[in-house]
């Protein structure tokens, strides 16, 4: 069940380039966020739903163009904005 969560709902997918962020959050979740480890990088995310597209990802602020996490050493603040 939290494997179900985590992949799916929230959209956390592991992929050889690193981890990919496709949320399938349900409509009353206007904000939610989660906390997760992925090769040695501390991933907080925070979502901001709006809708069933993602809208916009920033990594410690800076937008990135497309839905792969960077892999970096350390602690990394994400927002998902979701349209």
């Known amino acids: 069940m939290q494997r179900a969560l ?3 709902v929230f959209g956390l997918k592991p ?3 690193g981890l990919r962020i496709d949320p399938c ?3 009353s979740w206007k904000t939610c966020s ?4 992925f090769r040695g990088c501390v991933y907080h995310i925070t ?3 709006g809708g069933a597209s993602v809208k916009s990802i920033t ?3 800076k937008a990135i163009d497309g ?8 602690t990394v603040e994400v927002e998902v904005v979701t349209e």
């Open 6 to 8: 985590i992949n799916y």
């Open 15 to 17: 992929e050889m380039e």
């Open 25 to 27: 959050l349900p409509p």
């Open 34 to 37: 989660i906390t997760k480890e």
């Open 47 to 49: 979502y901001r739903n």
């Open 59 to 61: 990594v410690d602020g």
């Open 67 to 74: 839905a792969i996490l960077p892999i970096k050493e350390g």
